[in-house]
C-alpha cells in the first residue's frame, strides 16, 4: 500500500450503489477540513477521485468511516480489467438471484391471483405458511444479504442509505407474515394475510433490475476502457545483448525501443531511425496516417504501418499523452455540474426523509383508515420503502457525463469537467484566433509568379522553370533562420528536390539575404533588398504583389543577376475543412468573431475566404482578453477558440475556453475543452454534444424526480379514496428498478445520437 503523500489519486468503491453514497463519501472528505483535498465520486464507475495533499491511508480511512470498503487504483488498465471481471461475476450473481426470487416469488403470487387461499385461519395452513416462510426466509438471505450487509455498513457508520430502505421494505413484510403464521390469534380475522411473495419477489425485481443496469452501465464506460486497451504490456528494448521483450514498467525514459509493423507505440518517444507512417485516429480522430522519420515524435497507443522504426523512450508510463488524456477524460466523468449538485444536496437527506414519511403514512392508516388497518398500513409501510429509492435521481446526471465525455473522447475531444459541458450548451457567440486555428499555422510557398520571358529554353515547362527556381532559392534559405526559410525549404521537400551549398550567403537584417548557388548571383528579401540592391524590372510583377496583399499573402522578392525574375508568394494556407466547419456554427445559431493580432488585410483575407464577418485585427494578448470580458459583460456567452501562448488570457476569460490539441502546452492547460488535432470540423459536433448531453441529464432529471415525486405518494395511497386501490410492495419494487434502468438507457442514446445537420 502506498503510504505517502500524492497530488491525485484514486479509489474504487465497489459497493457503492446510490446517490446517498456519493453525498457520504464526499461529505466525509469535506469533514476532513483539510482546504488542498478535493473528492469527486463517479457513482457509474464506483470511483472516487481525490486531489490535494492527502495520504492513501487516510483516503481510505475516510470512505470507510462511512461503512464503505476501497482500494486505491494504481494501474489504470489492471483496474479497468478487475472490475470489469468483478462486474461480469457481480452480474451473473444477480442474475441467478433474480431467477430464485422470481421464481419463487412469481407463482406464489399468480397462486394469490387466481384465487389461491392467502390467509392463515387454521392449523394446517400455519403449516404450509410457515414452510414458505422458512423457504423464503432462505431467499432472503441468499439473494438478499448484499442489501443487509450494506444497510449494516450504513448503521455503522450512522447513516443510511438505498439498501436500507429495500431492507426495510422486504423484512417489514417477511416479518408481519411470519407474526400472523406464528400467532394468527394475535390478529383480526381479516387481517391474518401473508406477503411473503412480496419479500422475494421485490429482492428478485431489484436485483434483476440490477443486473440490467449493470450492463447498460458497462456501456457508457466503453470510450475510456477503449483508451485503457490501447496502453501495451510489452515493448521490445534494445540491448547489448540484442532485442528483449520487456514488461511496459521495466522500461526507463531514454531506453530504445523497436517498433515493429503493425504493432503498438509502448510509451512516448522521438524517432532515432527509420520510418513509417502510424494511425493516431485512436487519439486524435484524425483518420489519416501520419508520417513519421528521424525526429518525430511518437505517442503511445498509436499503430504502427509497415515501416521499421527504432526510438527513444521520453516519458514514463504515467506521463505519456494517453495516459494524460484517459486522467482528464476521467477526471471529466468524475465533475460535477451546476444542474446535478441539486440532487445531491436531495439525496444527503432523501433516505432519513423517505423512512420518516413511510412510517407515518403507515401509522396514519392504522388509525385512520378502513378495515383491515393493519394489512393497510403494512402495504403503505413497504411500498413507500421501496419506491422511494434514489437510484434514478442519483444516476441522472453523471451517466449522461460518462456517455457525453467518452463519445467526445471518440471525436477526439476532450473534456476536462462536466460544467464546461453544460456551459458549452448555452455558448452564443464563438470566437477564433487566427494563426493555428483557422490556419494551419505553418507558414507555405503557395505561389511562384515568374517574369515573362525569364526562362526561353522552349523544353522548360512552366513547373519546370518554377523548380528551377525554388532550387536555387532554396538551396540559399539553408542558412537562413527566418521562419518564411523554412516554408521555401517544405515545398523543395514536397517536389522531391536535392539541394547544393552556396558558394556566398549573407543576412541583411530586416530586408533579406544575398548570395551565390551554382555560380548564379541571387538576392532574395523584401522591397527594401531590392532598392538597396538596385535591382531592375522590380515594376514587372507590380500587380501580381498587389493582389497577393489583398489575399494576406506575403511576397518575396527573387532577383537573379541584379534582374528580378520572380515573385513568390507565402502565407499560413487556411485548414480545409475551416469554412465548413465556420458554416455549421452560423447554421447553429452561434455568433462567430475572427480575433487575431495579426494586421487587418491578412485577417480579413482569411475572414473572407471562411465567411466570417466580424473581424477584430492588431490586438494584443491582453486587448484580446478584454474584447472576451467585453462580450461576456455585453450579455454573450463566449467561446474562445486558440493555440499560443497569447491565447491564454482570452481561453481563461472565456466562459469556455477550447484549446487546438496541435498548440502550446499552455493554451491547452488554460482551457476547457482540448481538440486532440487541429480539425476544426469537430467544433459545432462539439456544441451539438452539449446541447444533446443538457437535454439527456434534464430528461434523466424530470423522469427521477416526477418518479419519487408522484411514487411516494401513490405508494402510501392517495389514490385510494379514488381508485379503492393501494399500490402492491411487488409493483413499487418493479418500478424501482425500471427507473434505474430507463435513467442508464437514456443516457446510452447520447452515444449515437445524431450530431450534424
Known sequence: MIMKNINSMTLYVPQMNCASCVAKIEGAFEKL????????????????????????????????????DSELVLDAKLASENKIEAERIEYRTRIIQSMFGLGLGIPMMLWGLLGGEMMVNNPSQQLVWGGMGIVTFILLVTTGGHFY??????????????????????????????????????????????????????????????????????KTSEAVQRLIGLQSTTAIRLSDSGDEEVEIDQIQIGDKLRLQPGSRVALDGEVLSGESNLNESMLTGEPIPVSKSLGDTLSAGTVNGNG?????????????????IIGLVQQAQTSKMPIGRLTDKISAYFVPVVVIIALVASIVWYLAGPAPQISHALVVLTSVLIIACPCALGLATPMSIMVSV??????????????????????????????????????????????????????????????????????????????????????????????????????????????????????????????????SGVDALQDEVQTLAQLGKTPVYVAQEGRLVAVIAISDPVKSDAKDAIAALKRAGKRVI???????????????????????????????????????????????????????????????????GDG???????????????????????????????????????????????????????????????????IAGAAMALSSLTVVTNANRLRHVKLTR
Open 33 to 68: 477540513s483539510l482546504p488542498s483535498v478535493a473528492a469527486r465520486v463517479n457513482l457509474a464507475d464506483k470511483q472516487v477521485q481525490i486531489q490535494g495533499d492527502i495520504s492513501s491511508v487516510l483516503a481510505i480511512a475516510t470512505v470507510a468511516s462511512v461503512g464503505y
Open 594 to 660: 475572427l480575433l487575431s493580432g495579426d494586421k487587418q488585410e491578412t485577417v480579413q483575407a482569411v475572414a473572407d475566404e471562411v465567411g466570417i464577418e466580424e473581424v477584430i485585427a492588431g490586438v494584443l494578448p491582453e486587448q484580446k482578453q478584454a474584447k472576451i470580458i467585453e462580450l461576456k459583460e455585453s450579455g454573450e456567452v463566449v467561446a474562445m477558440v486558440g493555440d499560443g501562448i497569447n491565447d491564454a488570457p482570452a481561453l481563461m476569460s472565456a466562459d469556455v475556453g477550447i484549446a487546438m
Open 149 to 218: 450487509k450494506g444497510m449494516w455498513r450504513a448503521l455503522k457508520a450512522r447513516s443510511a442509505n438505498m439498501d436500507t430502505l429495500i431492507v426495510l421494505g422486504t423484512t417489514t413484510a417477511w416479518a408481519y407474515s411470519m407474526l400472523v403464521v406464528i400467532m394468527p390469534s394475535w390478529f383480526p380475522a381479516e387481517t391474518r394475510h401473508v406477503y411473503f411473495e412480496a419479500s422475494v419477489m421485490i429482492l428478485g425485481l431489484i436485483n434483476l433490475g440490477h443486473a440490467l443496469e449493470l450492463r447498460a452501465k458497462g
Open 308 to 324: 521499421s522504426i527504432i526510438y527513444r523512450v521520453t516519458a514514463g508510463l504515467t506521463d505519456t499523452r494517453l495516459s494524460k
Open 664 to 730: 502550446t502546452e499552455v493554451a491547452i492547460e488554460s482551457a476547457d475543452l482540448t481538440f486532440l488535432t487541429g480539425r476544426l470540423s469537430v467544433l459545432a459536433d462539439t456544441f451539438a454534444l452539449a446541447n444533446a448531453s443538457m437535454r439527456n441529464i434534464k430528461q434523466n432529471l424530470f423522469g427521477a424526480f416526477i418518479y419519487n415525486s408522484l411514487g411516494i405518494p401513490v405508494a402510501a395511497g392517495v389514490l385510494f379514496p379514488l381508485t379503492g386501490i393501494l399500490l402492491s410492495p411487488v
Open 406 to 535: 467518452g463519445r467526445a473522447a471518440q471525436m477526439g475531444v476532450l473534456i476536462k469537467n462536466g460544467e464546461a459541458l453544460q456551459i458549452a450548451s448555452k455558448v452564443t457567440t464563438v470566437v477564433l484566433d487566427k494563426t493555428g486555428t483557422i490556419t494551419a499555422g505553418k507558414p507555405s510557398v503557395t505561389d511562384i509568379h515568374l517574369v515573362d520571358g525569364d526562362y526561353d529554353d522552349e523544353r522548360s515547362s512552366q513547373d519546370t522553370a518554377s523548380e528551377q527556381l525554388l532550387f536555387l532559392v532554396a538551396s540559399l534559405e539553408q542558412h537562413s533562420e527566418h521562419p518564411l526559410a523554412q516554408a521555401m525549404l517544405d515545398a523543395t521537400k514536397t517536389r522531391d528536390l536535392s539541394l547544393v551549398e552556396p558558394e556566398r550567403f549573407n543576412n541583411i537584417q530586416g530586408k533579406g539575404i544575398v548570395g551565390m548557388v551554382s555560380g548564379v548571383e541571387l538576392a532574395i528579401g523584401n522591397m527594401s533588398l531590392m532598392t538597396m540592391e538596385e535591382i
